[in-house]
């Protein structure tokens, strides 16, 4: 496991994405309310200058 503290949101979200994906056989998700369309990744553009959720890395896409 790791601990996460502060101002590791991010952090938090890629590491669980990262988790979700190498799962095998099975994934439990306990939570009293959470929206399957949140983007878990989202990568800077250099272009933009602002982080852009990729459709790929959104909770709901990831379990399917």
Same mark, same amino acid.
């Given at each position: 496991?790791?601990?996460?503290?502060?101002?590791? %949101? $991010?952090?938090?979200?890629?590491?669980? /994405?990262? /988790?979700?994906? /190498?799962?095998? $056989? %099975? #994934?439990? #998700?306990?939570?009293? @309310?959470?929206?399957?369309?949140?983007?878990?990744? %989202?990568?800077?553009?250099?272009?933009? @200058?602002?982080?852009?959720?990729?459709?790929?890395?959104?909770?709901?896409? #990831?379990?399917?």
């Amino acid at each position: 496991g790791v601990w996460l503290f502060g101002k590791c %949101r $991010e952090k938090h979200f890629e590491l669980v /994405a990262d /988790a979700l994906e /190498a799962a095998k $056989e %099975r #994934i439990m #998700i306990t939570d009293w @309310q959470f929206s399957p369309c949140i983007s878990l990744k %989202r990568p800077w553009s250099k272009e933009k @200058q602002a982080f852009i959720p990729d459709p790929y890395w959104r909770l709901d896409m #990831i379990l399917k």
